[in-house]
C-alpha cells in the first residue's frame, strides 16, 4: 500500500500555474516532507522541503515561484507553482521523513535520510 500519493500534474505553457498534492497515509511521526523533481537526463533535485513546525526551504531555481505547504493535520503537502517555465518540466516527487525532530528536513540534495516516496507525477511546461 502507498503511503504517499500525488496528483495535480500535467501540461501548461510558460508562465502558467499548477498546483500538485500528495496526500499522506503515514502513521507515525512526521518530521519533514519535501517535493523533489527529476528531469530527464538529469538528476533528481529537491525542490522545497517543510519541517512540521512550518520552517520551508526552497531550491534557488524555484524561489518566489513555487511554495509549499502542509495542512493543519499534515496530512496534505502542496507544492503551488507559478510563472511556470520549460526547465520546470520533470517528474515531481513528495517524500516524507519520519521521526520525532520535526523541526529538521534534511539539506537541500540530501535523499537518503527520506523513508517515503510518492509514485512521481508528471509536469510539463511548453513554451
Known amino acids: 500500500q502507498e503511503v504517499l500519493v500525488e496528483s495535480g500534474g500535467g501540461s501548461v505553457q510558460a508562465g502558467g500555474s499548477l498546483r500538485l498534492s500528495c496526500a499522506s497515509k503515514?502513521?507515525?511521526?512526521?518530521?519533514?516532507m519535501a517535493w523533489f523533481r527529476q528531469a530527464p537526463g538529469k538528476e533528481r533535485e529537491t525542490v522545497a522541503t517543510i519541517t512540521m513546525t512550518d520552517k520551508t526551504t526552497y531550491a534557488d531555481s524555484v524561489k518566489d515561484r513555487f511554495t509549499i505547504a502542509m495542512s493543519s493535520n499534515k496530512r496534505i503537502l502542496t507544492l503551488q507553482m507559478s510563472g511556470l517555465k520549460p526547465e520546470d518540466t520533470a517528474i515531481y516527487y513528495c517524500?516524507?521523513?519520519?521521526?520525532?525532530?520535526?523541526?529538521?528536513?534534511?539539506?537541500?540534495?540530501?535523499?537518503?535520510?527520506?523513508?517515503?516516496w510518492g509514485q512521481g507525477t508528471q509536469v510539463t511546461v511548453s513554451p
Open positions: 503515514y502513521t507515525g511521526v512526521t518530521s519533514c
Open positions: 517524500a516524507l521523513r519520519g521521526g520525532l525532530k520535526t523541526w529538521y528536513c534534511p539539506a537541500l540534495g540530501v535523499e537518503r535520510e527520506y523513508d517515503h
